[in-house]
């Protein structure tokens, strides 16, 4: 089985026991699971659930490593890059984006 959220203004394909990294999300410090509710689509290869655009009652369960302050994780480091040509001018700035680690535990249709 496998289901499609929302999270952070990005969809994510997830199964049971897959690890996927998500924005971070206001919870608690020491919690130890999150609850995603926009569930978009449910399918498990003979039927499946769409939503309109969420699917009522549906939950998909994540668990964090430890707790939720010890999961996030940085990402790599990105160097966007501003160029005029002609015009002697560049900017180069860094950036890490913070992201929240999760197991996903289990799915609810």
Do not use: C, W
């Not at 769409?50 to 999961?71: C, H, Q, R």
Request: no cysteine; proline share 3%; net charge positive.
């Amino acid at each position: 089985m496998y289901a499609v959220i929302e999270q952070g203004g990005k969809q994510y394909k997830v199964a049971q026991g897959d690890r996927i990294k998500i924005e971070l999300a206001d919870v608690a410090d020491d919690a130890n699971t999150i609850e995603m509710d926009k569930v978009l689509f449910i399918g498990d290869g003979k039927k499946s659930q769409v939503g309109t655009p969420y699917i009522e009652g549906a939950l998909v369960i994540g668990k964090f490593a430890d707790t939720a302050a010890e999961s996030v994780v940085k990402g790599p480091k990105l160097y966007p890059t501003y160029f005029r040509r002609r015009k002697n001018s560049k900017k180069r700035t860094g950036h890490r984006q913070k992201y929240m680690e999760v197991t996903i535990e289990k799915i609810k249709a």
